[in-house]
């Protein structure tokens, strides 16, 4: 297996001074690599859903989802919408939308790799990838396309906005 359950999760608390108060769960998909894995059977591949725990995302979510004190989780990665048990804990999903010279650009400014493996790896795997993954979210729950070129703060503004309507819309 990859990281250990629980592993990845990281909270945001605020709250009133006296009360009780909830915090924002937000699980991060890289922390669940199977780095074994990658390098016994994905020849060190990294950007495939095999290359995901996805028992131990699934568990981080559920574990969270539970928590009395958690008033919302938020699931990111660029697989997040790969496993259909997860889908079904979601309530509202976001997928940003970035063309793939942009794409290429910012990969460049993170975890360099060639222009070849960009190419022939990468970009084809998210092509598939998101494919697959937008049919599936969009039959379990709402979901907003953001364009992830935008500045951070109107991605954000965006967000929330989706958020909030679905959250609405949802009821109590």
Same mark, same amino acid.
């Given at each position: !297996?990859? #990281?250990k359950p629980g592993h990845g999760r990281k909270r945001l608390v605020a709250g009133p001074k006296e009360g009780p108060f909830r915090a924002v769960s937000f699980i991060c998909q890289d922390e669940f690599f199977d780095v074994g894995r990658i390098h016994k059977e994905l020849d060190g591949v990294f950007d495939t859903p095999e290359a995901l725990d996805h028992d131990a995302v699934l568990e981080a979510a559920e574990l969270e989802i539970r928590d009395p004190c958690v008033a919302w989780v938020i699931l990111e990665g660029f697989m997040?919408?790969?496993?259909p048990r997860l889908l079904r804990l979601l309530? @509202? $999903?976001?997928w940003l939308e970035v063309p793939r010279e942009v794409t290429y650009q910012r990969r460049m400014k993170t975890k360099r790799v060639s222009r070849q493996y960009f190419d022939e790896v990468l970009w084809p795997?998210? #092509?598939?990838? @998101?494919? !697959? $993954?937008?049919?599936r979210v969009k039959r379990c729950t709402a979901v907003a396309t953001v364009d992830g070129t935008k $500045?951070?703060?109107t991605v954000l503004q965006e967000s929330v906005a989706f958020l909030? @309507?679905?959250r609405a819309q949802a009821g109590p």
């Open positions: !297996r990859g #990281e997040a919408f790969h496993d309530d @509202a $999903a976001i795997n998210h #092509e598939a990838y @998101a494919g !697959r $993954a937008l049919s $500045a951070k703060d909030a @309507a679905a």
